[in-house]
């Protein structure tokens, strides 16, 4: 029996000292209050353990099955947003501090303290290249000194981080560095043609991280030139840089080709590039979500080149007496404000009053106030307070077909239209949207 005891102590003191933690503190520690850690895969993501944030600190206890690999820390909602990745070696606990404007260091992680001093180094010897090249040097010496402490802090690193989790990460960071003086010109043309030298696109490792789509991201919209560009001439060049990243994933997993084209898509939208993102769309995205059951991005795109700017809002129809109005038949307003409201939404109760007063100011807007109800007996009391707005009732509340046209999430909602009913503005509130109206 003691023998047995024995044998079961041991397993349990490898088990507790197999599990590590990950903690620190954010601040400003008033504006966090809980955390969720991740796993992350290629092109998908596990959780993994939460906690409370307390007074700026916290402490995340990692399970003892926790894989080396890439971990995401997420914040804040949405969480696609605010997070920021560690690497984690399955050895060690990791300290770090997180502040909102400086990001994040780390007091204690032999991989991540490394890697990001490597970053740093790495970054800043870069920046000296292009100083170099602004300012119009064509002195040999001065070039040939800055490949040297490029070649020397590339080398060091990697000889260095032998072994450890974050060389994998900073060989495939390897910066083309020229053998000889080269022009402005040259170094990015070629700076571009060796982009992918030292990237293997199939290293689980390296697609189990965000750092492949980060390089990708750069690689397809970052300039190349000084050159002033029109946004047509931009939108070409990002277009040709896509085909050569279709063609460096081939022989990926589908699902993770998904990944990399989703976040592609993802930046040229947020940045109004609508030709790039339905190619990206059309050509790649669309038909791999498809052939891989991932409708929800399909719908979320749709959705998104729904409602963008430009795009002419979806048609309302409501009641108006006897007969029927269409918000596509309106004329004569020199805009459009739609507001998606609920007569149960106490928000909405303090906010819609106030603006519809305001308004009054502005005898050029039309109002389309859209109720969305599970019935009529509020919203009949509440609207009949708010005259001067045109008035739809959408019965179902979320499941309505107007709540869905236009990807309602919460209430109010506003989005305002010009005179030809395209949308113009996504206003957050009454404020914005009167701070829109005064300045247009």
Known sequence: MRNIISVLLLISCFA??????????????????????????????????????????????????????????????????????????????????????????????????????????????????????????????????????????????????????ANEFIRANRPYIPSEYESSKSYWQNKKAHFFDHIDLKNPVLQASGFLTDRLNAYVFTAITAAKKTKAEKERTYQGNIRTVHEKLVGTDSQYQVHVFHKLWNRAASYGFNSTSDFIFDTYLGPLAKSNGRQKIIADVEAHNRLRFGATAPDIIWKDGVGDKRLSEMEGDDCYVLIFWSSTCSHCLTEIPSLHKRLRAYPGIKVIAVGLEDNDLHWKRESAKLPDFEHALALGKWENQYAKQYAIAGTPTYFILDKDKRIIAKPGNDREVVAFLQQN
């Open 16 to 165: 507790l000292g197999a599990q590590h933690t990950i903690s620190g503190t954010f601040s400003p520690a008033k504006d966090f209050t809980w955390v969720i850690a991740y796993g992350i895969g290629p092109g998908t993501r596990a959780y993994v353990a939460d906690t409370a944030i307390d007074n700026g600190k916290f402490t995340l206890s990692l399970p003892a099955t926790a894989k080396p690999g890439t971990y995401r820390l997420v914040y804040a909602v949405p969480q696609e947003e605010f997070y920021f990745d560690l690497l984690y070696n399955g050895n060690e606990d990791i300290e770090l501090a997180f502040d909102i404007q400086k990001g994040v260091t780390f007091s204690s992680s032999g991989e991540n303290k490394i890697f990001r001093t490597y970053l740093k180094e790495i970054t800043g010897v870069k920046q000296k290249f292009i100083n170099y090249y602004s300012a119009g040097k064509t002195d040999m010496g001065e070039f040939q000194k800055l490949t040297g402490e490029l070649n020397g802090i590339q080398t060091r690193y990697e000889q260095d981080t032998n072994g450890m989790l």
